[in-house]
């Protein structure tokens, strides 16, 4: 079974840059369509973005145009790189796969 592993969370500055990775275990890796998804407090859990086994990409239009995400087999992982962020980018970012959730990874964006 896969098992999803989130890391690059933290405290940035409004218009600051961050870097996630989901980084998995299991050699069928490259067969998953892979998510990431935010809750913030005292909201559900939404959509960000996912990229499917042969690349293609979905963005929520929240995030449209400043994350972008891009996957390496090779290494198992998939990254969300979080350009212009704003304060309403603060939540715990979950990546998925399949019925596989990672722990979570908490993304704060103050001054």
């Known amino acids: 079974q896969v098992r999803l592993v989130e890391s690059g969370g933290g405290l940035v500055q409004p218009g600051g840059s961050l870097r996630l990775s989901c980084a998995a275990s299991g050699s069928i890796f490259s067969m998953y369509l892979i998510g990431w998804y935010r809750q913030a407090p005292g909201k559900q859990r939404e959509f960000v973005s996912e990229?499917?086994?042969?690349?293609?990409?979905n963005y929520a239009d929240s995030v449209k145009g400043r994350f972008t995400i891009s996957r390496d087999n090779a290494k198992n992982t998939v990254y969300l790189q979080m350009n212009r962020l704003k304060p309403e980018d603060t939540a715990v970012y979950y990546c998925?796969?399949?019925?596989?959730w990672g722990q979570g990874i908490q993304v704060t964006v103050s001054s």
């Open positions: 998925n796969g399949g019925l596989v």
């Open positions: 990229i499917s086994s042969g690349g293609n990409t």
